[in-house]
Each structure stands twice: as C-alpha cells, then as structure tokens.
C-alpha cells in the first residue's frame, strides 16, 4: 500500500520567502508528525496532530513556522520568510494513532535556503 | 520534557563483527523504545522496538535490551553485513505523543 508521500522532493529559494511543504499520511493514521533534520543532525521534533485533538506545537522554533492539517489527513507545514538556518530536511511521519508507537516516515522534503 | 543521549556517534566494524549502539533517557515515564535505520536520502525506518514491561527482543541478528532501573537501552547486531551500514536513532516516547530521537549513530561495515 502507499506509504507517507512528501512534496516538493526538493526546494530551492531565496532567503525571505514563505515556503509550504505538504505530507499525505497513510490512509487511516490518526497522528501526523513533523520532524526537521539538519545535515547529520538527529531528528527535531516541530509539530504533531491526533485526531482532532489541539495539535501539540511545543516544537516549532519561532512563529515563522505553522502547520495545519485539513480533515484529519493532508498537512502543510509553513514557513514564512526563510532564513538560512532553515535549511534542512524536513520529515512527516504518521502513525495509526499516538498510543500505537510506531512512525512511518516519509522521505523527506530538502528545503535550501539561499 | 524527554531527552535522549546516543553513543557512539560513529561506529566502524568490519563484516560479520557485532555492533552495539547504546541509549539512556530521562523521562522515566517514557514505556515505548524504538529504534529507526535511515539510509541515504530515505526517511527513518523501524527495525525493533521494545515496550517498558520487557527487558530483551530479537529478531533475527537484531535485538534491544532496556534497563528501566537505569533508564538505558541498546541496539545490538550480530554477524553484521555492509548493507547494516546506514544512520541508526533510539527514540523514547510516552503514551502522550511524540517521539524524542538521540542523535544518531552513523555505522559502517567494511567488507
């Protein structure tokens, strides 16, 4: 079955501009995350949604970022005027609900920010 | 919150040595350990994980053990082959949500 699709791949702009990355979850999962990676770096948590419960912000680094996610499936995570430092890669994941554990990730949208 | 320390950083073993990548956190309501491999330009992906009410898993040349006394776990991996080589992460997560991932553990196998 399709796993956790991310879009773009890749994302090249220039510093000042908002990007919007988009995460389809697995059809059924209840909980979305999102994760940033910068080069080698571990795994940093931003955001992550249940259901229709509050989404759990405690993670987002500056309200520069946002994210929403639209009838309990697709998420878009927002970043308005890009800094360099806010190049990385950044990861959805979702799993069948937050108790379960397990996250399928996706592969990632590479955001460069020049 | 949670915080999660991961050693080594890097680890070199050659084919068909063990490897042993080690964990401890500060949460003690934590009660959920897995652990994740990501190869290049690929998303993390679950190899094992344990839950608090057990001590030791395996599977195949892969296994975790957790001491909740001391609040550390390791991943360890017998008879290593270089498609082992890739980035592994610990995480440790409470039934509220999120995961709290070390910082990785790059292991190479050399032929």
């Known amino acids: 079955g399709a796993g956790v699709s991310q879009s773009p791949s890749n994302k090249v702009t220039e510093k000042g501009k908002d990007v919007e990355l988009r995460c389809d979850p697995i059809?059924?999962?209840?909980?979305l995350y999102w994760y940033r990676q910068s080069l080698g770096q571990g795994l940093e948590f931003l955001i992550y949604?249940?259901?229709?419960?509050?989404?759990?912000k405690s993670g987002l680094p500056s309200d520069r970022f946002s994210a929403e996610r639209t009838g309990g499936s697709v998420s878009t995570l927002t970043i308005q005027r890009t800094q360099q430092e806010d190049s990385a890669v950044y990861l959805c994941?979702?799993?069948?609900?937050?108790?379960?554990?397990?996250?399928?990730f996706g592969e990632g949208s590479r955001l460069t920010v020049l | 919150g949670e915080n999660v320390e991961q050693h080594p950083s890097t680890l070199s073993v050659q084919e068909g040595d063990s490897a042993v990548i080690k964990c401890t956190y500060s949460?003690?309501?934590?009660?959920?350990f897995p652990w994740y491999k990501q190869e290049l330009g690929k998303g993390p992906q679950l190899i094992i994980d344990?839950?608090?009410?057990?001590g030791e898993k395996k599977d195949q040349r892969i296994a975790v053990t957790l001491n909740k006394t001391a609040k550390h776990f390791s991943l360890h991996i017998t008879e290593t082959q270089p498609e082992d080589s890739a980035v592994y992460f610990c995480?440790?997560?409470?039934?509220?949500?999120?995961?709290?991932f070390g910082d990785g553990t790059t292991l190479t196998v050399k032929p």
């Open positions: 949604f249940q259901g229709n419960s509050a989404p759990d």
């Open positions: 995480a440790a997560n409470t039934n509220a949500g999120k995961s709290t």
């Open positions: 059809s059924g999962h209840t909980a």
């Open positions: 949460d003690s309501a934590s009660n959920y």
């Open positions: 344990i839950r608090s009410n057990v």
């Open positions: 994941a979702s799993s069948l609900d937050a108790n379960t554990g397990e996250l399928f």
